[in-house]
């Protein structure tokens, strides 16, 4: 039997034993006492839990959504996964994220990080095996790098399937018919003749059951939900402005508050003079935090008016002043000292450039903010020796870790109550905010308190994706790219971000290097290297990471080897293609874009491919470059996206994901930067930091591809950004000739966006 379709010894099962009051079995590695306990201390009187992602109660089955919905609807595949197998009407789902715990362990986060490239099947295999180990080891809740359904697809099928396998036979002890003689339908045992035993009915006598071993998958054949159009659980409270996010949060005696930290990220706070905002009016108390101050007040906006009334002399920071002197380190670290990895290096390259035509370029990408539209905020009371924490995050097993290490109170004391995000994009992988709450709270006990930062404290209190140069070399032979030397110098995300978690990662960092060192083009002498930067400014995980300036860097500069060879950008791709859905993925984008038609004066069309997260995702880009003295106006036309995701899940979700994150993406290419002056982030607001306006929106065309079925299924929230700002810059070139070779693209004089 294939491993999707039995709950092998890998994943184990927990008994009756596990939750005092009900039944739990699902899937558990380490300390499962500890795990269970927690899980279970949630319960109400008459609640049972049939398995870690299921509770059954009186009013119906909860479905328990471990990976936080950041507004890519996450809550709603991970329902329709268990509800597929646990058969429930989609109406009758309700959703609770639950409580934090390492049974919710993410393995495939880990897998990006190891330097395996996703095309070598058989490695590709053992490196799935190296980070399940390593996820369940750390006990690693953590949403993000695409993964929620990569890594939760089997789990919760087998927990659905196994809830309702222990239900069905609990119907057959109370009835005393035979197993085989029961079915289910819409959260019911459904007896001969007809009769039907609601699942909550059957809870009590489940819960004394054994649990079955060998427990079966339904066929894809026989699915309700998946693979099919869903409207996402979420549709109506969004659409109504009734959904409750992070930033809703209301609470009987809640005050409110607000941070003001140093803007001179790292840096100390020597002094403050509180006088005035002290006097002003609601004001309740202003409190030191780490790097800062904190003022507490009987509504949000009397605190940030206050907040403004504080003098602060401010330490500086760490890192060198400005944008332009961090470049100058960035481009100081191409030196055999600081080299991070070579993860690709095949034929010789030194030798093949020294006999050739060499082309030489330059790329850079900038420091990029994550500005989500729900700044960062969280609800934190400390009472009678318990914390609750009411917030949006993608980590919050580790959110308990760190209230414990600020309060010194027990793991069962600390309550983390997940909420809604209002956009993330790596942004609420972090703690700092919430360490901010539980400081003002500590301080302030007895009463829930409301931590909202100001778009300015967001914008600049950011921990950005890295700043990043490339250095290529390169050469055609015979009207082929022959060699291609890629060299790409940046901080590192790992070390900066998991630094802050306490955690120490071993070995390179792949982020430095992703998407572009893993690139399944046969090149006959190819060449990435990653040098790791001195530590800058604080960094951290930005929408598809890595990839997301590598793809531009790397791309953009194929696309000018393959114009020196004088081939066609889309059949030298296809030529150099040395994986089957990759080559597939650029079959298909040249079908949609009806590659090589002629477009017309002005026009152009751009070509980028990138493989990310194990998703090969192709994009071409339409443009018309409209002339302006001796600048251009460049309006973006349509976009096309060919992607392989192995199974589509949501066909609607999917073409709404890809759709976002070509906004998001060429918005960012075209206008936005963080720069830094006097230590400190320039751009506060979105004045000064614009994504793509709606009147510049293109048209979007998305194809899905399904050749490699549901056992290599992935994400797509973060695949289909890399691609598209090498696409844009492509087809500006195809249309004016103009190469650009850094970001964002309004940084050039000739170029411009209506």
Request: proline share 5%.
């Amino acid at each position: 039997m294939s491993r999707a379709g039995t709950i092998t010894r890998r994943l184990a099962l927990l008994g009756a034993a596990g939750v005092a009051g009900g039944l739990v079995f699902g899937f558990y590695y380490t300390e499962p006492f500890r795990v269970n306990r927690r899980l279970g201390s949630g319960l109400q009187k008459g609640q049972h839990m049939l398995t870690p992602y299921v509770r059954i109660d009186r009013d119906g089955v909860t479905i328990i959504t471990p990976r936080a919905d950041l507004g890519q609807g996450a809550y709603s595949i991970q329902a329709a996964l268990v509800a597929e197998e646990l058969d429930i009407a989609w109406n009758d789902i309700k959703v609770d994220p639950g409580a934090p715990s390492s049974v919710y362990y993410n393995a495939r986060v880990i897998r990006e990080g190891l330097p395996v490239a996703a095309t070598n099947g058989r490695l590709d295999s053992i490196a799935e095996i190296i980070s399940d180990g390593v996820g369940r080891f750390l006990g690693l809740q953590l949403t993000g790098g695409s993964s929620t359904v990569a890594d939760s697809c089997n789990k919760l099928r087998l927990a659905g399937a196994a809830a309702r396998e222990v239900l069905l036979r609990a119907a057959e002890t109370q009835t005393g018919i035979a197993r085989d003689k029961l079915v289910t339908r819409d959260g019911a045992v459904i007896v001969p003749g007809g009769r039907a035993l609601s699942y909550a009915s059957l809870a009590e006598i489940a819960a004394t059951i054994a649990v079955p071993t060998d427990v079966k998958l339904r066929d894809e054949r026989d699915w309700r939900y998946l693979g099919k159009p869903m409207q996402r659980i979420d549709m109506v409270a969004k659409c109504t402005g009734t959904a409750t996010f992070g930033i809703d949060i209301r609470l009987p005696g809640m005050v409110y508050a607000t941070v003001c930290a140093n803007p001179n990220l790292g840096g100390a706070l020597r002094s403050y003079d509180d006088s005035l905002a002290a006097k002003a009016r609601g004001v309740l108390k202003i409190v030191p935090v780490k790097g800062g101050v904190g003022v507490i007040a009987d509504n949000t906006w009397r605190a940030f008016q206050a907040a403004k009334l504080i003098k602060f002399e401010w330490g500086k920071a760490p890192y060198p002043a400005s944008s332009a002197a961090m470049f100058r380190k960035v481009k100081a670290s191409f030196v055999p000292k600081r080299r991070d990895s070579r993860c690709k290096n095949e034929g010789d390259v030194d030798a093949a450039l020294a006999g050739a035509k060499v082309i030489k370029a330059e790329y850079r990408v900038p420091y990029l903010a994550h500005a989500p539209l729900e700044p960062m905020n969280a609800v934190v009371q400390l009472k009678d020796g318990r914390l609750d924490i009411w917030t949006g995050t993608q980590i919050p097993a580790f959110l308990v870790k760190t209230a414990r290490e600020m309060t010194g109170l027990a793991a069962d004391d600390v309550h983390v109550h997940a909420q809604l995000c209002g956009g993330s994009f790596g942004r609420r992988l972090e703690d700092d905010y919430v360490r901010q709450g539980i400081e003002l709270a500590m301080a302030y006990q007895g009463h829930p308190i409301k931590m909202t930062w100001t778009r300015e404290e967001d914008m600049t209190h950011d921990f950005p994706r890295p700043l990043a140069v490339a250095r290529m070399r390169g050469a055609a032979k015979d009207r082929q790219v022959d060699a291609y030397d890629l060299a790409i110098a940046s901080p590192s995300v790992v070390a900066s971000q998991f630094g802050r978690l306490s955690l120490s990662i071993p070995g390179p960092d792949m982020a430095i290097v992703a998407g572009a060192w893993d690139q399944p083009f046969r090149i006959p002498h190819y060449r990435v290297t990653g040098y790791r930067v001195p530590e800058l400014v604080p960094v951290s995980s930005w929408r598809s990471v890595g990839a997301s300036g590598n793809a531009f860097m790397h791309e953009c500069f194929l696309d000018e080897l393959i114009h020196a060879a004088g081939a066609d950008p889309l059949q030298e791709r296809r030529r150099l293609c040395s994986h089957g859905p990759s080559s597939e993925v650029l079959k298909a984008i040249g079908e949609m874009s009806d590659w090589g038609r002629d477009l017309g004066p002005n026009r152009g069309r751009g070509l980028a491919f990138t493989l990310s997260f194990g998703v090969p995702v192709a994009e071409v880009v339409e443009v018309t470059a409209t002339p302006d003295g001796e600048r251009r106006i460049i309006t973006i036309d349509r976009v096309c996206v060919a992607a392989e995701v192995g199974k589509v899940l949501d066909p609607d979700n999917l073409k709404n994901q890809v759709e976002g994150a070509v906004i998001w993406a060429l918005g960012h290419a075209m206008n936005a930067e963080l720069t830094f002056a006097d230590g400190k982030a320039v751009q506060t607001n979105y004045h000064q930091y614009e994504g793509m306006r709606l009147h510049q929106a293109p048209r979007i065309e998305v194809k899905a591809l399904e050749t490699t079925g549901l056992a290599h299924i992935r994400g797509i929230g973060e695949p289909a950004v890399p691609p598209a700002a090498p696409a844009l810059a492509n087809a500006i070139f195809a249309a004016t000739g103009i190469r650009a070779r850094r970001l964002p693209l309004i940084s050039h004089d000739k170029i411009r966006f209506v």
